[in-house]
């Protein structure tokens, strides 16, 4: 029985990993920027939440709209004056700036907030610690089940978007060939300001939700965007829904680690992503050209 | 201002790369409803002229006007929602999406049809190149017709005015250029300006109202097509030394 709970919770925990692993896998599928800073834009909005309930005062709600719009702007602001720009220079040059962003991030949050470790946890009453059971040995907390569910939406959200939205179109065909794209009367830059806001607004909301149901601190981003990344890379980048799988799996994998050994929670999952980075290199070089393009379709 | 009719216009257009001057003070003008066709050998500027036109290459020197406004500085997606619309010589159509998709996409954006009217601006646009047929295949599966069809289906969604080909009937049987050309006609009917580079000069000549043939980044001839083709410049440098 064991066995079967810890293999729900990493379930559970895949939509953590999923919510935090889409903005990435939509950011490299639309402008091909590995965006080293995305972990870190995921702890800044869990610290504005913070800032905005436990310091100014408001009511969550209202500082979870404030900061998810302040955030889906950041992104827009910073492919605008930072991305786009490097993107000019190759494909190496964001993955130097997006680092750099990350320790500018890092570095002002800890001067504004010090090296506390914090939590959204007592934002959320009850919530935080609520749970359903499942016969007598399996619990399953309402957060976690809700942290699911928002990423199941989520997901279905941007690929309704994406699959009948002009917005959608719009992005499909800049992510093939921003040219062409600009032929057919499509605001490349506008488009790829769209795509940023969004994926530092699915970050955000993958923060807000590691805030409520764990502890973050300055420097916890690094940690997230490994996990995002694991995510991606597992799930192949074939498609949104790649990222869901990929996090189940490294989800899984990890909560079956750690009921093997208690420092086996890691290892677990950097084993089953590495085996999954090794199948994808076997299965051959040919599918890499096609992956990225085919992001938000299914494989041809 | 712009001459009465002209509706697209290129005025001592020079263009740069580096140290290679590419075009040299062109002058090229299309007027409202007429159809030109560029000739010239390979090299001579003619897709780099369409560029500057289209807006994907900004001129190092000279101005584009489009109906009298001067367009120099607008880029290609701006272009596009005036009313030029270019094709590729290469096709390049969004090839993870739908024919229709790749049409839909073109209509909203480029051609700014919003609802019901982008639907039929597709369908129109699709059946007039024979591609309603395909509709729902993936682009990337189609042939090299009908991906130049697409091309041409593409360009039209977006409601053009001026309309530039990059050698569409390049690479087509003589059979399936003729069906480009009877759609080319059609369009013409609907009183489409028309800029058509290509290399097969019979194909052209059913089409086009004036020629302009270019060597070495400059307009050498310009004129009813058959006093171009029979021009001794446009001979010597086109067709290699007087071998007609």
Request: aromatic share 6%; proline share 3%.
């Amino acid at each position: 029985m064991i066995w079967v709970n810890q293999v729900l919770q990493g379930i559970l925990l895949g939509g953590y990993y999923a919510l935090l692993a889409c903005g990435l896998s939509l950011m490299f599928g639309v402008m091909r920027i590995i965006n080293l800073a995305h972990g870190d834009l995921a702890v800044l909005a869990a610290f504005l939440v913070f800032l905005l309930t436990e310091q100014a005062g408001l009511p969550l709600a209202p500082a979870l709209i404030l900061v998810l719009a302040a955030m889906a702007v950041l992104g827009a602001v910073m492919q605008r004056t930072m991305l786009e720009r490097s993107l000019r220079a190759g494909m190496l040059v964001p993955l130097l700036s997006t680092f750099g962003l990350s320790i500018v991030i890092e570095n002002i949050l800890f001067a504004g907030f010090g090296a506390d470790t914090r939590s959204l946890a007592p934002a959320i009453g009850s919530l935080a610690y609520d749970s359903w059971s499942i016969g007598d040995e399996i619990y399953v907390g309402r957060l976690s089940v809700l942290i699911f569910l928002a990423a199941v939406l989520l997901l279905v959200g941007l690929q309704l978007v994406l699959a009948r939205t002009p917005l959608g179109r719009a992005l499909r065909a800049t992510a093939e060939n921003p040219d062409i794209a600009e032929l057919v009367g499509i605001n490349s830059r506008a488009v790829y300001a769209a795509a940023a806001a969004i994926a530092v607004a699915t970050a955000a909301i993958g923060g807000i939700f590691l805030a409520m149901r764990a502890t973050f601190a300055p420097y916890a981003g690094p940690a997230q965007l490994i996990f995002a990344f694991e995510t991606v890379v597992i799930g192949g980048m074939s498609s949104l829904w790649g990222t869901l799988v990929g996090g189940i799996v490294l989800g899984v994998a990890q909560n079956i680690g750690a009921q093997l050994d208690p420092h086996g929670f890691l290892i677990a999952g950097h084993v089953v992503f590495l085996l999954g980075l090794a199948c994808r290199l076997a299965l051959g070089a040919s599918e890499t050209g096609g992956r990225f393009r085919a992001l938000f379709g299914k494989a041809p | 201002m712009a001459e009465a009719g002209v509706i697209l216009a290129a005025e001592g257009v020079i263009k740069r790369f580096n140290a290679l001057i590419v075009l040299d003070r062109v002058d090229f003008r299309v007027g409202a409803a007429e159809a030109v066709g560029i000739v010239g050998p390979n090299g001579a500027g003619k897709t780099t002229l369409l560029n500057v036109l289209a807006g994907a290459f900004k001129p190092s020197a000279g101005t584009v006007r489009f109906r009298g406004a001067e367009v120099t500085d607008a880029g290609a997606a701006e272009r596009c929602r005036l009313g030029i619309a270019r094709s590729h010589q290469v096709p390049r159509p969004f090839g993870a999406m739908t024919v229709f998709e790749n049409v839909l996409v073109a209509a909203t954006t480029g051609g700014g049809f919003g609802g019901e009217a982008a639907y039929e601006r597709c369908i129109d646009s699709l059946q007039l190149c024979g591609m309603l047929r395909l509709a729902n295949r993936r682009a990337e599966t189609l042939g090299l017709l009908d991906r130049k069809r697409l091309e041409l289906a593409r360009a039209l969604a977006t409601d053009p005015v001026v309309l530039l080909l990059d050698e569409i009937g390049g690479g087509l049987t003589d059979a399936e250029a003729g069906e480009m050309v009877a759609t080319i006609l059609e369009l013409r009917g609907r009183q489409l300006a028309i800029v058509w580079i290509e290399h097969i000069v019979h194909v052209l000549l059913q089409v086009v109202d004036r020629l302009v043939c270019m060597n070495a980044g400059r307009v050498i001839a310009d004129g009813a097509p058959r006093a171009v083709m029979a021009d001794a410049a446009v001979i010597d440098a086109y067709l290699g030394g007087g071998v007609a």
